[in-house]
């Protein structure tokens, strides 16, 4: 009987992981030494919403249609939060139910409500204001049983991390973590189990709080400062609770170790909204005299070319007709407004006047497939996201602000993640790099289902 036990740890980033700080993680390190390891390339946007759907799917975001947190009905004007009602394709969970595996899945993003399938789950919602009613442990009686040893079921995520102080997040970090980890460990022990994927989402949030102390180049970085070590000391504490979970595992269980994307400084945030506005790609029905969160309500779309959203890279959409709802640009126009948006995008330079390597991904080009009709027109990596994106809050004074209506980040997600895969008789080897496209096929190998014929990935032999 062969098991796969995978565990994501959200934002995991190679660079340190796989370089100076391995050493002082002998857990992943010895997995990593006589395993198999790559780079894991992330999806376009490295979103984790994005990311970890195409990696539980094996689909790319235009297969998924999952592209950010928030999505339009039927092209309206309204933003709706995403849920798994949004996913119509398989994850690899249900794919192994109708092969009579069972699985355990923890804390996958984009997994509640919770779709019946052959197994247990822990999931989460993004919906933090309907969470106390709402089904969140599957099934229903596993809820109790998890009470009855750990007190309450663990929840995903801390609330509002980024108007907490640094030592109020370190510690509600470490006691949730914990907690997680104790609930794993425990369905690891006593579930029967042929899949079982967890997730560490709270990585992901002390790469955003500490990559400042942390990083030479960062601007904000100060030597020998207090939090210097924090998010070394979290890795380390993290490859601690691998190595119990590995301890546990049978034998006979391949076990992978992977990440949706990794992590980078993010210097400022360029107000894109307001720049369109300013280029008048964006027309107001009344101009804003002061600092005003912005929605689609306030926008006059009979003269409006186009619009984003996104915080991180810059979602453009054009205002198409007979596409949108009030869309007023003829099909003939479409390929020319966006060269003309992209080539001013590609002028803009950094807030100190330097000159930026920004990507921008053209939907025409990068995204093709069966939710392509509701992909971005073109998605912008301002100095290949080393700036952010502000379209939240417009009437800026300047085209440079480090917050968003969720508040202000120094650091950003990167284009890479780690991989690790090990299993008996395994020779080690760099693979290099991979796609986040590969990893669903290998564990549905490993669990020795065939592979849907619509899963473009290749397997990690």
Not at 279 to 305: E, G
Not at 366 to 384: E, H, R, S, T, V
Not at 397 to 419: C, R, V, Y
Request: net charge neutral; hydrophobic share 35%; aromatic share 12%.
């Amino acid at each position: 009987m062969t098991r796969v036990f995978v565990l994501g740890i959200d934002g995991a980033f190679p660079e340190y992981i796989f370089g100076e700080w391995l050493n002082d993680m002998p857990n992943l390190k010895k997995l990593k030494d006589n395993g198999s390891y790559a780079l894991l390339n992330s999806t376009i946007p490295p979103l984790s919403v994005t990311a970890w759907t195409s990696i539980f799917t094996g689909k790319s975001p235009a297969d998924t249609g999952i592209f950010e947190y928030i999505h339009r009905e039927n092209f309206s004007t309204e933003y709706k939060v995403m849920t798994s009602k949004n996913l119509k394709e398989k994850t690899i969970w249900e794919i192994a139910s109708e092969h009579n595996k069972k699985s355990g899945i923890c804390y996958a993003l984009l997994s509640w409500p919770i779709k019946p399938f052959n197994g247990w789950m822990i999931s989460d919602s993004i919906l933090e204001s309907t969470k106390a009613s709402l089904g969140l442990v599957y099934p229903k009686e596993l809820k109790e049983e998890l009470e009855s040893f750990l007190g309450d079921v663990p929840k995903k995520d801390i609330t509002d991390f980024r108007n907490l102080t640094n030592e109020q997040i370190i510690q509600k970090v470490y006691t949730l973590t914990e907690n997680q980890i104790k609930a794993m460990k425990y369905l690891i022990k006593n579930k029967d189990w042929d899949l079982f994927f967890g997730v560490i989402p709270l990585s992901d949030r002390m790469n955003h709080a500490f990559w400042k102390y942390l990083d030479k180049k960062h601007r904000k970085y100060q030597p020998h400062n207090k939090f210097e070590n924090t998010l070394k000391d979290y890795y380390k504490y993290l490859d601690e609770k691998v190595g119990e979970i590995i301890a546990l595992l049978p034998k006979d269980t391949t076990t992978i170790i992977l990440s949706d994307h990794g992590s980078q400084r993010m210097h400022n945030r360029f107000n894109l909204t307001d720049w369109l506005i300013k280029n008048k790609y964006v027309v107001l029905k009344q101009p804003v005299q002061q600092k005003t969160f912005f929605n689609l309500n306030l926008v006059n779309w009979s003269k409006t070319k186009a619009f984003a959203i996104g915080a991180y890279e810059g979602q453009v959409y054009i205002n198409l007709k007979n596409r949108e709802i009030n869309g007023i640009v003829e099909k003939e126009e479409y390929d020319s407004l966006i060269d003309e948006i992209s080539a001013k995008l590609l002028q803009i330079k950094g807030d100190d006047g330097s000159n930026l390597n920004t990507k921008i991904f053209k939907k025409k080009d990068f995204f093709k497939g069966k939710y392509q009709d509701i992909a971005p027109d073109m998605i912008l990596y301002l100095d290949n996201l080393h700036y952010g994106c502000n379209n939240s809050i417009i009437g800026n004074d300047t085209e440079w602000n480090p917050e968003t209506k969720m508040g202000a980040d120094d650091a950003t997600h990167s284009l890479q993640g780690i991989f690790i895969i090990n299993k008996q008789a395994m020779n080690v080897n760099n693979l290099g790099e991979i796609s986040y496209l590969d990893v669903a096929p290998t564990i549905l190998h490993e669990l020795k289902i065939k592979i849907p014929e619509d899963m473009k990935g290749k397997i990690i032999q």
